[in-house]
């Protein structure tokens, strides 16, 4: 189902615009995901942790990096991330290359719908994967509604303006070029995504839930039963995270994954519900692992 742009009838306006000239590093070690993120894994990252240690020589595979809090937090020194969606794609390219973003970062509705019009011209020229696309991208994801990252079937990005009374804008994303070395940013489907055997694959697939459309490609359940077989087939140690429905369950326990059940902070919800949802952990090759 296509998506159809939210309209905001009082949108707020900035009261203070914080720009740094560096992103913010948590204990002095790698730098914080630099995208908002819906649905972001922050909070799973010590849950996963203790998983990946015994592996962590090995490659981190992950086939939706999505906002990166994963793969920032484990801090692999090898890593293939690939994504459905180029322009995220695109963006973690160009910050390993040493982006510098020079247009106009301001929290103002007008400017922000400006620069939308602007990046889906972008798009549709072919220059998606510009530096200024690059940045467009970030700005939009950052000044957005909620963080959502939201394309129609045409192919462009229609999240409207957020309601944010502050915003914190990085011109220079020089301290990712040190933690991204090593890693490699690919866009595509899951499965066409190259690794070895024994590589540590983490996935995080699009929610098991009615939205989907995350990229202008729609990930439905035929997809999900797609991904968990593909996963199921790998040799070396998985990690899988998705909304615990009671299908994803029955559909990880029938392929022999383990299952654990957690909490999770509840980050969007259409009704204003903001109370813990509940999330599976799936793991499978764990204590046994080819490699």
Not at 57 to 76: K, Y
Not at 121 to 144: H, I, K, M, P, Q
Not at 204 to 224: H, N
């Amino acid at each position: 189902m296509s998506a159809t742009t939210i309209a905001l009838a009082t949108p707020r306006r900035s009261i203070a615009v914080s720009r740094t000239g560096a992103p913010p590093h948590e204990n002095g070690a790698t730098p914080r995901p630099p995208l908002k993120w819906a649905g972001g894994k922050r909070w799973l990252v010590p849950h996963v942790a203790p998983l990946w240690r015994k592996f962590d020589a090995r490659t981190l595979v992950e086939p939706f990096c999505g906002g990166l809090a994963v793969a920032l937090g484990l801090a692999p020194a090898r890593a293939r991330l690939g994504d459905i969606n180029p322009h995220v794609v695109s963006f973690y390219r160009w910050l390993k290359r040493g982006l510098k973003v020079e247009l106009a970062m301001r929290n103002d509705q007008a400017l922000f719908y400006r620069h939308r019009e602007r990046f889906n011209c972008l798009v549709a020229a072919g220059a998606g994967d510009s530096a200024e696309a690059a940045g467009l991208f970030y700005y939009l994801n950052r000044t957005g509604y909620n963080g959502l990252c939201r394309f129609n079937r045409k192919g462009e990005f229609n999240v409207p303006f957020g309601r944010y009374h502050r915003i914190n804008y990085t011109t220079d994303f020089s301290a990712y070029e040190a933690a991204f070395k090593g890693w490699d940013f690919l866009a595509g489907d899951f499965e066409a995504l190259e690794f070895e055997p024994g590589d540590f694959i983490y996935a995080d697939p699009p929610y098991d839930v009615e939205f989907t459309q995350y990229s202008k490609e729609q990930f439905g359940w035929k997809e999900q039963v797609r991904l968990a077989e593909f996963l199921a087939r790998h040799r070396g140690p998985v990690v899988l995270s998705n909304q615990a429905t009671a299908r994803i369950l029955r559909l990880y326990r029938k392929l022999g994954f383990s299952i654990r059940c957690l909490s999770a902070p509840r980050m969007i919800s259409c009704t204003g519900n903001r109370a813990p949802a509940i999330e599976v952990l799936a793991t499978n090759n764990i204590r046994r692992s080819s490699g």
